[in-house]
């Protein structure tokens, strides 16, 4: 078995496969997004070439520039969310009692389609009689705000059920991290005398520190790219105030029929959701890694 698989050729035959369908699936829509964002095409005809005129053309637009800001908006707020989820994680895994019952609820959100997570904050929004206002007018607030139509409120509201979707699957991967922490470090430091909040801050924290960077990489990287839900709930509305620039893309190839446009628009999310990613790791590199 080690002469096998110490042989060149049979280690790529049995890698062959993967790389193909990572190609199909990944590699050549990447190429030819590219490709289309140089033609000026409604996807249905003729694809005439025009260049780099696309990407120019997005680099100048205002609506660009706008919904790339609400996607950093998103990402800022995704990545302040991680301390919430570290928080609980730390909670769920100080032997609390519920704590599985606790974590089996956290995960809930996971279980359902972003469609109907969407669905089911357009109800609690209502302005009429979603339960947020309705519970807002129980205690004494005569006028509350109809949350997804308000410009400079609907960012905001629609970030409440991103955090809610996303807890169960940031608080697992810290929950596993912090359990993986051996025990006896945990008992030393509480025979030394150290609080619990001292554990938590100078023990756990930093023995976690590689897990922690991971998710804000993913945290990012997923708020830059994020679109269903957004576009369930407010369509990019109310007049662009919740536009994101994977929202904004599709509404160029599909509803306006500007493939070109929208596949340049598309590329571009790529090429900044590559810098950022190159960004967050330079900057969260430990002087090891740098080196290396």
């Not at 302040?80 to 519920?98: E, F, V």
């Not at 359902?112 to 209502?126: D, E, F, H, M, R």
């Not at 051996?182 to 930093?206: F, N």
Request: aromatic share 12%.
């Amino acid at each position: 078995m080690n002469k096998v698989m110490s042989n060149k050729w049979i280690i790529a035959l049995y890698v062959l496969p993967a790389l193909i369908l990572i190609g199909i699936l990944i590699f050549i829509p990447l190429i030819l997004t590219g490709y289309y964002g140089l033609m000026k095409w409604d996807g249905i005809g003729s694809m005439e070439f025009i260049g780099l005129q696309n990407y120019v053309t997005a680099l100048q637009d205002k609506k660009f520039w706008d919904s790339a800001l609400h996607s950093f908006l998103l990402a800022v707020f995704s990545t302040l969310s991680l301390i919430i989820y570290l928080a609980i994680s730390l909670i769920l895994a100080s032997k609390i009692k519920g704590a599985d019952l606790l974590r089996k609820i956290y995960l809930i959100p996971m279980l359902l389609s972003s469609v109907a997570i969407a669905q089911l904050w357009v109800k609690i929004y209502n302005p009429s009689n979603g339960m947020l206002n309705s519970l807002l007018m129980a205690i004494g607030v005569n006028n509350p705000p109809a949350w997804l139509a308000e410009p400079s409120l609907v960012l905001y509201a629609i970030f409440i059920p991103i955090l809610w979707q996303y807890a169960g699957f940031y608080i697992l991967i810290y929950y596993a991290a912090l359990k993986n922490i051996p025990e006896s470090i945990i008992e030393a430091a509480k025979i030394d005398g150290a609080s619990p909040i001292q554990i938590a801050y100078k023990i756990k924290l930093p023995l976690i520190m590689g897990v922690v960077k991971v998710t804000i990489v993913l945290a990012v990287v997923g708020s830059l790219k994020y679109f269903d839900l957004i576009y369930v709930m407010t369509g990019g509305g109310p007049n662009g105030a919740s536009e994101v620039m994977a929202s904004y893309m599709y509404k160029l190839a599909f509803s306006t029929n500007n493939f070109g446009y929208g596949s340049a628009i598309g590329f571009l999310l790529l090429i900044i959701t590559l810098i950022v990613t190159l960004i967050i790791r330079k900057a969260t590199a430990t002087k090891e890694e740098i080196q290396y």
